[in-house]
């Protein structure tokens, strides 16, 4: 239980920095509120751990951070709540009230490392064996074997949206099994295609795109139509992308890209390779897939070694 005389030098001291912001620094009401209650909310953080504020340590900071992202918290509502921290241990320590600043060194939300969202194989295969299907049947049209090209050339390359709507036809070379690609600062890169996409975007090309090309002005370069012969749209693309998964995970182009690097990185492939194949500047920006396959060998490393199963009531 907590102690009478912990929660009210707690709040004491709370109360005190809410008239400095008021008086001294002119700090409107509803700022002077939300200052109190981000205090209040860390107080029962430490009052939870037998602490007062002004013997808070970093590892209290750091404790109350993590359990705020823990419980999915917006980034942006973290760093004010740590900004508001840091105010308060800044006049405690000019009031020589404490000898060191708790805040220091730590992590504010805009340096945490978020891991991309994948899809598991096997949803990849579920999509890509649903739209395959479609482009497949008898009365496929058009915008069918279009869909399912675009699906398996996200997958297949780890284009980004911007990227496929941008790209051309003659910049697919079906024969050699690769495409030419525009990524970010107008950077060019050569990305291979597999056998899968390869097959779809031939379908698309001979039966497909003939078809949206009459109901243009012919003179379209872009390798994807829309219904009119217009190149598409980002947005159409990821509502498409999107649709392409209703009643299960709702994928987006920048979850097929993040499932190509990690599934590759799963299954053995070097993250330089990777790189290029994303066209990352900085492999820095890569690395991240390590994390995310880490996920997997865990799993893999738990589920088959004869060490890694976890005990369950004193049986291995």
Not at 174 to 200: H, M, N
Not at 232 to 246: D, H, K, S
Request: with cysteine.
């Amino acid at each position: 239980m907590r102690g009478t005389g912990q929660v009210n030098g707690n709040a004491r001291v709370v109360r005190e920095f809410v008239a400095y912001l008021r008086v001294e620094k002119g700090l409107r009401p509803a700022s002077c509120e939300a200052y109190r209650r981000d205090l209040e909310q860390f107080a029962e953080h430490v009052e939870g751990r037998d602490g007062l504020l002004v013997g808070a340590a970093q590892g209290d900071v750091s404790g109350f951070m993590e359990g705020l992202r823990g419980h999915a918290v917006e980034s942006r509502s973290i760093a004010r709540k740590l900004s508001c921290l840091r105010g308060f241990y800044r006049w405690l320590l000019m009031d020589k009230r404490i000898a060191h600043d708790p805040t220091v060194n730590v992590e504010t939300p805009s340096s945490w490392k978020v891991l991309p969202k994948s899809l598991a194989e096997g949803e990849v295969a579920e999509m890509l064996e649903r739209s395959g299907a479609a482009a497949r049947s008898d009365d496929a049209d058009g915008l069918a074997l279009r869909d399912h090209a675009i699906l398996e050339l996200l997958y297949a390359g780890g284009l980004r949206v911007g990227e496929i709507v941008a790209l051309r036809v003659e910049d697919v070379h079906l024969d050699q099994g690769r495409a030419q690609v525009r990524g970010k600062g107008d950077k060019e890169r050569i990305v291979p295609l597999g056998r899968s996409a390869v097959e779809a975007l031939e379908k698309y090309l001979s039966l497909g795109r003939p078809g949206l090309m009459r109901n243009g002005n012919g003179l379209q370069r872009a390798m994807f139509l829309s219904v009119r012969g217009n190149a598409l749209t980002r947005q159409w693309v990821w509502e498409m992308v999107r649709g392409a998964t209703a009643g299960g995970s709702k994928a987006s182009p920048h979850m097929l890209r993040h499932s190509c690097a990690t599934h590759m990185v799963e299954h053995g492939a070097d993250l330089r390779s990777v790189q290029t194949l994303l066209g990352h500047a900085d492999i820095a920006t890569t690395q991240v897939y390590t994390h995310v396959a880490l996920g997997h060998l865990k799993r893999v490393h738990r589920e088959h070694h004869p060490r890694g199963k976890r005990r369950v009531g004193g049986q291995a």
